[in-house]
Protein backbone atom coordinates (compact mmCIF):
# COMPACT_ATOMS: atom_id res chain seq x y z
CA UNK A 1 0.00 0.00 0.00
CA UNK A 2 1.54 3.15 -0.99
CA UNK A 3 1.10 4.83 2.03
CA UNK A 4 2.32 8.37 2.17
CA UNK A 5 1.34 11.68 4.13
CA UNK A 6 2.03 15.31 3.81
CA UNK A 7 1.74 18.14 6.50
CA UNK A 8 0.05 20.67 5.75
CA UNK A 9 -0.50 24.11 6.92
CA UNK A 10 2.51 24.88 8.32
CA UNK A 11 3.68 27.92 5.92
CA UNK A 12 4.58 29.63 9.37
CA UNK A 13 6.83 27.40 10.23
CA UNK A 14 8.62 27.29 6.73
CA UNK A 15 9.25 30.66 7.37
CA UNK A 16 10.71 30.15 10.79
CA UNK A 17 13.10 27.11 9.56
CA UNK A 18 14.60 29.36 6.97
CA UNK A 19 15.41 31.82 9.50
CA UNK A 20 17.03 29.56 11.13
CA UNK A 21 19.41 27.92 8.88
CA UNK A 22 21.71 24.85 10.32
CA UNK A 23 19.81 24.85 13.81
CA UNK A 24 16.79 23.31 11.21
CA UNK A 25 18.18 20.16 11.14
CA UNK A 26 18.52 19.77 14.89
CA UNK A 27 14.96 20.79 15.46
CA UNK A 28 13.57 18.36 12.61
CA UNK A 29 15.99 15.21 14.02
CA UNK A 30 13.86 16.00 17.49
CA UNK A 31 10.59 16.43 15.75
CA UNK A 32 11.17 13.28 13.56
CA UNK A 33 11.67 11.19 17.32
CA UNK A 34 8.42 12.08 18.24
CA UNK A 35 6.77 11.09 15.09
CA UNK A 36 8.92 7.70 15.07
CA UNK A 37 8.02 7.56 18.79
CA UNK A 38 4.38 7.34 18.22
CA UNK A 39 4.61 4.57 15.48
CA UNK A 40 6.83 2.58 17.50
CA UNK A 41 4.49 2.61 20.54
CA UNK A 42 2.07 1.48 17.91
CA UNK A 43 3.86 -1.18 17.12
CA UNK A 44 4.17 -2.28 20.87
CA UNK A 45 0.74 -2.43 21.47
CA UNK A 46 0.21 -4.16 18.35
CA UNK A 47 2.97 -6.90 19.04
CA UNK A 48 1.14 -7.26 22.64
CA UNK A 49 -2.09 -8.08 20.68
CA UNK A 50 -0.98 -11.17 18.77
CA UNK A 51 -2.49 -14.18 19.16
CA UNK A 52 -0.59 -17.63 20.43
CA UNK A 53 -1.72 -20.88 20.91
CA UNK A 54 1.02 -23.99 22.20
CA UNK A 55 3.45 -25.05 19.24
CA UNK A 56 1.19 -27.52 17.24
CA UNK A 57 2.56 -28.34 14.02
CA UNK A 58 0.32 -27.44 10.98
CA UNK A 59 -1.76 -30.47 9.05
CA UNK A 60 -4.30 -30.86 7.18
CA UNK A 61 -4.33 -27.50 5.97
CA UNK A 62 -4.64 -25.59 8.94
CA UNK A 63 -2.70 -23.01 9.75
CA UNK A 64 -0.93 -22.87 13.26
CA UNK A 65 -0.91 -19.55 15.34
CA UNK A 66 2.63 -18.56 16.61
CA UNK A 67 3.88 -20.02 20.10
CA UNK A 68 4.23 -18.07 23.44
CA UNK A 69 7.98 -18.45 22.41
CA UNK A 70 7.95 -16.87 19.03
CA UNK A 71 5.53 -13.86 21.05
CA UNK A 72 7.81 -13.25 23.60
CA UNK A 73 11.34 -13.19 20.91
CA UNK A 74 9.69 -10.16 19.15
CA UNK A 75 8.51 -8.10 22.30
CA UNK A 76 10.25 -5.84 23.82
CA UNK A 77 13.81 -4.63 22.54
CA UNK A 78 13.15 -6.75 19.44
CA UNK A 79 12.19 -4.03 17.57
CA UNK A 80 12.83 0.20 17.55
CA UNK A 81 13.63 3.03 15.87
CA UNK A 82 16.81 2.91 13.38
CA UNK A 83 19.63 5.12 13.53
CA UNK A 84 18.47 8.95 12.49
CA UNK A 85 19.77 9.69 8.61
CA UNK A 86 20.46 13.26 8.26
CA UNK A 87 20.82 14.90 4.80
CA UNK A 88 20.94 17.73 3.75
CA UNK A 89 17.48 18.45 3.39
CA UNK A 90 16.13 16.01 5.29
CA UNK A 91 16.32 13.74 8.33
CA UNK A 92 14.71 9.86 8.51
CA UNK A 93 14.33 7.00 9.97
CA UNK A 94 12.37 3.29 10.11
CA UNK A 95 10.71 1.56 12.69
CA UNK A 96 10.43 -1.99 12.84
CA UNK A 97 11.89 -4.70 12.24
CA UNK A 98 15.06 -5.83 10.29
CA UNK A 99 13.70 -8.68 7.78
CA UNK A 100 10.21 -7.81 8.02
CA UNK A 101 7.50 -4.51 7.47
CA UNK A 102 8.81 -1.65 8.82
CA UNK A 103 7.55 2.39 8.08
CA UNK A 104 10.18 5.25 7.19
CA UNK A 105 9.54 8.31 9.00
CA UNK A 106 11.54 10.68 7.35
CA UNK A 107 11.14 14.98 7.90
CA UNK A 108 12.29 17.44 5.18
CA UNK A 109 13.17 20.41 6.71
CA UNK A 110 13.29 22.43 3.95
CA UNK A 111 9.84 22.39 3.18
CA UNK A 112 8.26 21.45 6.64
CA UNK A 113 6.82 17.83 4.89
CA UNK A 114 6.95 14.93 6.68
CA UNK A 115 6.44 11.67 5.35
CA UNK A 116 5.73 8.27 5.99
CA UNK A 117 5.49 5.24 3.99
CA UNK A 118 5.84 1.47 4.90
CA UNK A 119 7.37 -1.27 3.17
CA UNK A 120 7.39 -5.03 3.60
CA UNK A 121 10.42 -7.16 3.57
CA UNK A 122 12.54 -4.27 1.52
CA UNK A 123 15.06 -3.61 3.77
CA UNK A 124 18.19 -6.35 3.90
CA UNK A 125 20.08 -7.04 7.38
CA UNK A 126 24.00 -6.76 5.21
CA UNK A 127 24.97 -4.85 2.75
CA UNK A 128 25.22 -0.75 2.15
CA UNK A 129 21.46 -0.63 2.46
CA UNK A 130 21.20 -2.01 5.73
CA UNK A 131 19.69 -0.43 8.80
CA UNK A 132 20.41 -1.54 12.32
CA UNK A 133 17.98 -1.10 14.23
CA UNK A 134 18.87 0.50 17.99
CA UNK A 135 17.38 -1.71 21.02
CA UNK A 136 16.89 0.08 24.67
CA UNK A 137 18.12 -3.15 25.85
CA UNK A 138 21.43 -3.74 27.26
CA UNK A 139 24.56 -5.00 26.10
CA UNK A 140 23.75 -8.74 26.99
CA UNK A 141 20.47 -8.75 26.37
CA UNK A 142 20.76 -7.33 22.87
CA UNK A 143 23.29 -10.09 22.22
CA UNK A 144 20.56 -13.06 23.54
CA UNK A 145 18.10 -11.30 20.85
CA UNK A 146 20.32 -11.38 17.78
CA UNK A 147 20.86 -15.25 18.38
CA UNK A 148 17.18 -15.61 17.12
CA UNK A 149 15.74 -15.04 13.88
CA UNK A 150 13.46 -12.14 15.03
CA UNK A 151 12.88 -10.04 11.64
CA UNK A 152 11.97 -14.11 9.97
CA UNK A 153 9.74 -14.48 12.99
CA UNK A 154 7.94 -11.25 12.65
CA UNK A 155 7.61 -11.36 9.21
CA UNK A 156 6.15 -15.02 8.99
CA UNK A 157 3.57 -13.40 11.79
CA UNK A 158 2.79 -10.53 9.82
CA UNK A 159 2.94 -11.80 6.19
CA UNK A 160 1.28 -15.08 7.15
CA UNK A 161 3.17 -18.39 5.23
CA UNK A 162 1.54 -21.57 4.00
CA UNK A 163 1.32 -22.91 7.64
CA UNK A 164 0.91 -20.01 9.80
CA UNK A 165 -2.30 -17.43 10.07
CA UNK A 166 -1.23 -14.04 9.66
CA UNK A 167 -1.88 -11.23 11.64
CA UNK A 168 -0.84 -8.12 10.28
CA UNK A 169 0.33 -6.51 12.91
CA UNK A 170 2.91 -3.93 11.67
CA UNK A 171 0.43 -3.01 9.08
CA UNK A 172 -2.09 -2.46 11.26
CA UNK A 173 0.43 -0.65 13.81
CA UNK A 174 1.71 1.85 11.05
CA UNK A 175 -1.99 2.46 9.19
CA UNK A 176 -3.10 3.13 12.93
CA UNK A 177 -0.50 5.60 13.78
CA UNK A 178 -0.15 7.80 10.59
CA UNK A 179 -2.45 10.61 11.42
CA UNK A 180 -0.70 10.61 14.99
CA UNK A 181 2.94 10.65 14.17
CA UNK A 182 2.73 13.80 11.88
CA UNK A 183 0.65 15.87 14.57
CA UNK A 184 3.49 14.56 16.92
CA UNK A 185 5.91 15.48 14.39
CA UNK A 186 3.98 19.16 13.87
CA UNK A 187 3.64 19.85 17.55
CA UNK A 188 7.44 18.90 18.70
CA UNK A 189 8.29 21.40 15.57
CA UNK A 190 6.28 24.45 16.83
CA UNK A 191 7.85 23.70 20.35
CA UNK A 192 11.61 23.68 19.28
CA UNK A 193 10.88 26.52 17.52
CA UNK A 194 9.85 28.18 20.38
CA UNK A 195 11.96 27.74 22.31
CA UNK A 196 14.43 29.51 19.81
CA UNK A 197 12.05 32.30 20.24
CA UNK A 198 11.76 33.55 16.48
CA UNK A 199 8.89 36.01 15.27
CA UNK B 1 -20.87 -6.19 5.80
CA UNK B 2 -19.54 -3.75 3.43
CA UNK B 3 -21.16 -3.60 -0.16
CA UNK B 4 -17.79 -3.51 -2.02
CA UNK B 5 -16.10 -5.73 -0.39
CA UNK B 6 -18.59 -8.51 -0.52
CA UNK B 7 -18.39 -7.91 -4.16
CA UNK B 8 -14.12 -7.77 -4.12
CA UNK B 9 -14.89 -11.17 -2.25
CA UNK B 10 -17.55 -12.64 -4.78
CA UNK B 11 -15.75 -11.52 -7.82
CA UNK B 12 -12.42 -13.31 -6.47
CA UNK B 13 -14.87 -16.59 -5.56
CA UNK B 14 -15.73 -16.50 -9.18
CA UNK B 15 -12.13 -16.34 -10.65
CA UNK B 16 -11.72 -18.88 -13.47
CA UNK B 17 -9.40 -19.96 -15.65
CA UNK B 18 -11.52 -20.45 -18.86
CA UNK B 19 -13.20 -23.86 -18.00
CA UNK B 20 -10.51 -25.71 -15.81
CA UNK B 21 -12.06 -28.99 -14.50
CA UNK B 22 -10.18 -28.70 -11.15
CA UNK B 23 -11.86 -25.28 -10.26
CA UNK B 24 -14.07 -25.46 -6.75
CA UNK B 25 -14.20 -22.59 -4.43
CA UNK B 26 -14.70 -23.23 -0.42
CA UNK B 27 -16.47 -20.29 1.64
CA UNK B 28 -14.82 -20.51 4.87
CA UNK B 29 -15.55 -17.96 7.73
CA UNK B 30 -17.06 -14.81 8.75
CA UNK B 31 -14.47 -12.40 7.28
CA UNK B 32 -13.15 -14.68 5.51
CA UNK B 33 -13.26 -16.14 2.01
CA UNK B 34 -11.30 -19.06 0.60
CA UNK B 35 -10.68 -19.67 -3.25
CA UNK B 36 -9.28 -22.60 -4.22
CA UNK B 37 -8.59 -21.89 -8.09
CA UNK B 38 -6.59 -25.44 -8.63
CA UNK B 39 -5.28 -27.83 -6.88
CA UNK B 40 -1.27 -26.22 -7.30
CA UNK B 41 -2.97 -22.57 -6.14
CA UNK B 42 -5.01 -20.67 -3.67
CA UNK B 43 -5.97 -17.36 -2.47
CA UNK B 44 -7.66 -16.20 1.01
CA UNK B 45 -9.30 -13.01 0.88
CA UNK B 46 -9.80 -11.15 4.25
CA UNK B 47 -10.76 -7.79 5.85
CA UNK B 48 -8.78 -6.97 8.58
CA UNK B 49 -8.93 -3.75 10.32
CA UNK B 50 -10.14 0.05 10.31
CA UNK B 51 -7.32 2.28 8.47
CA UNK B 52 -6.77 5.82 9.72
CA UNK B 53 -7.67 7.32 7.02
CA UNK B 54 -8.50 6.46 3.09
CA UNK B 55 -5.40 6.04 0.84
CA UNK B 56 -6.31 9.57 -1.13
CA UNK B 57 -6.03 13.19 -1.07
CA UNK B 58 -4.00 12.49 2.29
CA UNK B 59 -7.51 13.30 4.07
CA UNK B 60 -9.87 11.03 5.83
CA UNK B 61 -12.77 11.78 4.03
CA UNK B 62 -14.81 8.59 4.72
CA UNK B 63 -14.17 5.39 7.13
CA UNK B 64 -11.60 3.43 5.02
CA UNK B 65 -11.24 -0.36 5.99
CA UNK B 66 -7.98 -2.43 5.24
CA UNK B 67 -7.71 -5.97 4.37
CA UNK B 68 -5.39 -8.15 2.19
CA UNK B 69 -5.53 -10.67 -0.27
CA UNK B 70 -2.85 -13.55 -0.81
CA UNK B 71 -2.19 -15.99 -3.22
CA UNK B 72 0.02 -19.33 -2.18
CA UNK B 73 1.13 -21.44 -5.41
CA UNK B 74 3.66 -23.76 -6.75
CA UNK B 75 3.87 -22.09 -9.59
CA UNK B 76 6.47 -19.55 -10.26
CA UNK B 77 4.66 -17.29 -12.34
CA UNK B 78 0.86 -17.99 -10.24
CA UNK B 79 -0.61 -20.17 -12.91
CA UNK B 80 -2.21 -17.12 -14.40
CA UNK B 81 -4.12 -16.22 -11.36
CA UNK B 82 -1.76 -12.57 -10.38
CA UNK B 83 -3.44 -10.84 -13.17
CA UNK B 84 -6.55 -12.17 -12.71
CA UNK B 85 -6.68 -11.02 -9.11
CA UNK B 86 -5.19 -7.95 -9.84
CA UNK B 87 -8.28 -7.09 -12.55
CA UNK B 88 -10.51 -7.71 -9.72
CA UNK B 89 -8.96 -5.90 -7.12
CA UNK B 90 -8.90 -2.96 -10.12
CA UNK B 91 -12.45 -3.70 -10.47
CA UNK B 92 -13.30 -3.07 -7.02
CA UNK B 93 -11.06 -1.19 -4.99
CA UNK B 94 -9.57 1.13 -8.41
CA UNK B 95 -6.35 2.27 -6.99
CA UNK B 96 -5.97 1.53 -3.69
CA UNK B 97 -4.29 -1.44 -3.66
CA UNK B 98 -0.91 -2.48 -3.97
CA UNK B 99 1.01 -5.83 -4.27
CA UNK B 100 3.33 -5.67 -0.92
CA UNK B 101 5.13 -8.57 -0.36
CA UNK B 102 6.25 -11.50 -2.40
CA UNK B 103 8.19 -14.27 -0.92
CA UNK B 104 9.60 -17.84 -1.39
CA UNK B 105 9.04 -20.46 1.02
CA UNK B 106 11.99 -23.24 0.31
CA UNK B 107 10.49 -25.57 3.00
CA UNK B 108 7.01 -26.17 1.23
CA UNK B 109 8.42 -24.99 -2.19
CA UNK B 110 5.07 -22.79 -2.59
CA UNK B 111 5.12 -18.91 -3.56
CA UNK B 112 3.33 -16.52 -1.84
CA UNK B 113 2.12 -13.17 -3.08
CA UNK B 114 0.37 -10.86 -0.51
CA UNK B 115 -1.98 -7.48 -2.18
CA UNK B 116 -3.37 -4.96 0.57
CA UNK B 117 -6.34 -2.88 -0.39
CA UNK B 118 -8.65 -0.31 1.23
CA UNK B 119 -12.04 0.03 0.74
CA UNK B 120 -14.45 2.84 1.82
CA UNK B 121 -17.19 1.79 4.41
Known sequence: ?199 | MLTQYTALVSALKNLTQGESPNTETLPVAEYEWRTRPDTDSYGIVALEFEADALNGDNRKTARAFEGSVDLYSRRKDGGGWIELIEAALTDHCESAWTLNYHSYERETQIFHWEWAFQIEG
Open chain 1, 1 to 199: MAFRMDVTGMADLIHKLEQIGEKAQSAASLALYEGARVVADAVSREVQGIQTEPFKYAKGGRKRLPSPEEKEAIMGSAHGVSKFRKRIMKVDTSVGFNHAGYANVNFNHMNSKARTNYKEYAMKGHGSNSTSFLKATGKYERGLQNQKPIGAIAGAINSGTSFMKKQPFMRKAFSTSQGAAEAAIENKLREELDKLSLD
